[in-house]
C-alpha cells in the first residue's frame, strides 16, 4: 500500500513537473480572450471626430480609424472609397495592405517556435539556412529580428527597379540574399532590413513544416478568430490602393507584388482584425512572458544615433518603441509600442500605449498620406489619454 502512495505521488509529482516546463506560451493561448466588440461606427472622442469629418471631407485622408481602452472601443470610422473607379466606399470591414506593419507577425511566429523548444533566438542562421555563405556564419536569428544583421536590404541591392516589379518564391528570395556578404559586422549596427524578414519567414517554414502564411494562420489568425487576415495573394478582396502621383488626383496601384516582401510586409488585415491582435500580443496570450520581453526590448547598439534631432526609438522584434508624440504640436512624451507601414498605395501605423492599454490604428489606402495618418494616430493616442489633442506636426 505504502508502495502504491509512493508511486502515486511520484506520477502527481512528474505531470506537476511536465505541466510547469510547458512553454507559458501554451497556458496563456488557453486563456479566454474577450468577446469582440460590434463593427459599428464609435465616435466618443470628439476632438479626432472633428479632424477627420474635416479631413475625410477634403480627401486628405481616405482609410479607417481605430481607437480603444483596454477592450473598449471609444472610436472606429472610415472615409473615402475602397474603390474611385466602381464608386465603392470604404466600409468598417474593409482589408487594408498592411504593409510593414506585417512585420510584428513574423516576429511572433519565430517567438512562438522559441517558446514550443523549435528554435531559439541565439541559433546562427546557417541552421536554418542552407548552403549559407561563410560569411553569414556570425549571424544569429535575433539580428535579423532586430534589423542589425549587415545583410544587405533588398532596397540596397543592384536592379531593386526590376526586383521591384518581378514575382520571387521564398526560395528564390533567399537564394538572391545568399549573393551577399555583410556590409557590417552582426550587432554593431541598425539597419531597416526587409530581407532579413523575409529570411526569417524561411526560417519559420522550415522550423514549422510549413509555408509561413499557413504557419501563421494556424498559429495565430484561426484560434484568434481574425477571419479577415491573410496572405495578400491578389485574390484576398484587399481595397485599391492609390497615389497621388504627378500632381493629378489619386492614382490607382493595383501591382502590388507583396511575393518579394513575403516575411516582410505581405499580409493584409481590418481595423478590428488588428484589435483583436493587439489585445492578444500585449496581453499575454500569445507569446511567453520571456519572449515578449525579448519583442518589445532595444536591440540596438548603444552608438545608434538619435534620430532627427530627437530621441532615437527602441528597436525591438517587428516593433518599435518610442514617444512618438515628440512630433507632434502640443506634444506628449508617453512611450508607445508601434509600426509603421507602406507599400503600393497603402500607409499605415498602429500603436499601443501600454501604461494605459491604449491602442490606436490607422490604415489609409493612399500611399503619399503619411502625415495624415501620423498626426491622426497621435491626436487618438493624446485624446483616449486624456491629454492635449495635437493640431499639427512638429517641424
Not at 126 to 133: D, T, Y
Not at 367 to 377: G, I, K, M, T, W
Request: charged letters at 20%; proline letters at 7%; glycine letters at 8%.
Amino acid at each position: 500500500m505504502i508502495a502504491i502512495f509512493a508511486v502515486l505521488l511520484i506520477t502527481i509529482a512528474a505531470l506537476a513537473a511536465w505541466a510547469s516546463a510547458r512553454p507559458a506560451s501554451v497556458a496563456a493561448a488557453a486563456e479566454p480572450l474577450p468577446p469582440r466588440p460590434p463593427v459599428e461606427v464609435v465616435e466618443t472622442l470628439p476632438a479626432l471626430k472633428a479632424q477627420l469629418d474635416r479631413w475625410g471631407a477634403s480627401g486628405q485622408f481616405t482609410g479607417g480609424v481605430l481607437v480603444a481602452r483596454g477592450d473598449q472601443v471609444l472610436f472606429r470610422q472610415v472615409h473615402g472609397m475602397a474603390d474611385r473607379r466602381a464608386g465603392e466606399p470604404l466600409q468598417l470591414n474593409s482589408r487594408f495592405r498592411l504593409a510593414s506593419v506585417s512585420k510584428q507577425f513574423t516576429a511572433a511566429a519565430i517567438l512562438r517556435l522559441q517558446d514550443e523548444g523549435v528554435l531559439s533566438t541565439h541559433d546562427p542562421v546557417c541552421r536554418w539556412i542552407q548552403p549559407c555563405r561563410p560569411a553569414w556564419e556570425p549571424v544569429r536569428l535575433y539580428h535579423l529580428l532586430g534589423h542589425s544583421s549587415g545583410i544587405p536590404d533588398l532596397m540596397a541591392r543592384p536592379a531593386w527597379g526590376v526586383r521591384r516589379v518581378t514575382p520571387a518564391t521564398m526560395a528564390e528570395l533567399t537564394a538572391e540574399s545568399m549573393q551577399y556578404g555583410l556590409q557590417f559586422p552582426p550587432g554593431t549596427k541598425i539597419r531597416y532590413n526587409n530581407a532579413a524578414y523575409n529570411l526569417l519567414g524561411a526560417v519559420v517554414e522550415k522550423a514549422s513544416g510549413q509555408p509561413l502564411h499557413d504557419y501563421l494562420r494556424t498559429a495565430f489568425f484561426k484560434p484568434l478568430g481574425m477571419t479577415d487576415t491573410g496572405y495578400d495573394d491578389g485574390a484576398s478582396d484587399v481595397v485599391m490602393g492609390y497615389a497621388n502621383l504627378g500632381g493629378g488626383g489619386p492614382s490607382e496601384q493595383p501591382d502590388a507584388n507583396v511575393s518579394i516582401i513575403v516575411g516582410a510586409g505581405a499580409l493584409y488585415s481590418t481595423l478590428d482584425d488588428l484589435l483583436v491582435w493587439q489585445r492578444a500580443l500585449h496581453g499575454g496570450h500569445l507569446l511567453s512572458p520571456r519572449s515578449y520581453a525579448m519583442m518589445i526590448a532595444d536591440h540596438a547598439p548603444d552608438s545608434t544615433p538619435a534620430e532627427r534631432g530627437r530621441p532615437r526609438r527602441d528597436w525591438g522584434f517587428g516593433l518599435f518603441t518610442n514617444s512618438l508624440g515628440r512630433r507632434v504640436s502640443p506634444d506628449f512624451l508617453d512611450r508607445q509600442i508601434y509600426h509603421t507601414g507602406s507599400w503600393s498605395g497603402f500607409r499605415n501605423l498602429v500603436t499601443y500605449q501600454p501604461d494605459a492599454e491604449v491602442t490606436v490604428i490607422v490604415l489609409s489606402n493612399n500611399y503619399h498620406q503619411r502625415d495624415a495618418v501620423f498626426l491622426l494616430s497621435q491626436q487618438g493616442v493624446a485624446e483616449a489619454l486624456g491629454r492635449p489633442v495635437p493640431t499639427s506636426m512638429a517641424r
